[in-house]
């Protein structure tokens, strides 16, 4: 069984930081794509930041230049560091993983439970 773990969500002033982590346990072989999508209420999930295996990146134009996604492939962690927080930043954050589990062939998407993320004075 492979399962993600998000952790590090919470309640932040405008201006504040938070780091999301997302770990990938269980029987895996590899990891490709890791990243997080967030969905606020009304809205629809939007992607927030990817890192592929090579640890090439992609942000969403809202949190270029706060937001830094990075990742442990020894820990099978991924993090999103979030600075300059903004209350349109306030959503459930969904973490994902593109994982290939033992004995398999093909790749699969899978995700973690979500947290919230709260910016408000």
């Known amino acids: 069984q492979v399962q993600l773990v998000e952790s590090g969500g919470g309640l932040v002033q405008p201006g504040g930081s938070l780091r999301l982590s997302c770990a990938a346990s269980?029987?895996?072989?590899?990891?490709?794509?890791m990243g997080w999508y967030r969905q606020a209420p009304g809205k629809e999930r939007e992607l927030v930041a990817s890192?592929?295996?090579?640890?090439?990146?992609n942000y969403a134009d809202s949190v270029k230049g706060r937001f830094t996604i990075s990742r442990d492939n020894a820990k099978n962690t991924a993090y999103l560091q979030m600075n300059s927080l903004k209350p349109e930043d306030t959503a459930v954050y969904y973490c994902?993983?593109?994982?290939?589990?033992?004995?398999?062939?093909?790749?699969?998407?899978?995700w973690g439970q979500g947290t919230q993320v709260t910016v408000s004075s």
């Open positions: 994902y993983a593109v994982i290939r589990p033992m004995s398999q062939t093909y790749y699969y998407n899978y």
């Open positions: 269980g029987s895996i072989f590899s990891i490709n794509a």
């Open positions: 890192i592929a295996s090579t640890a090439g990146t």
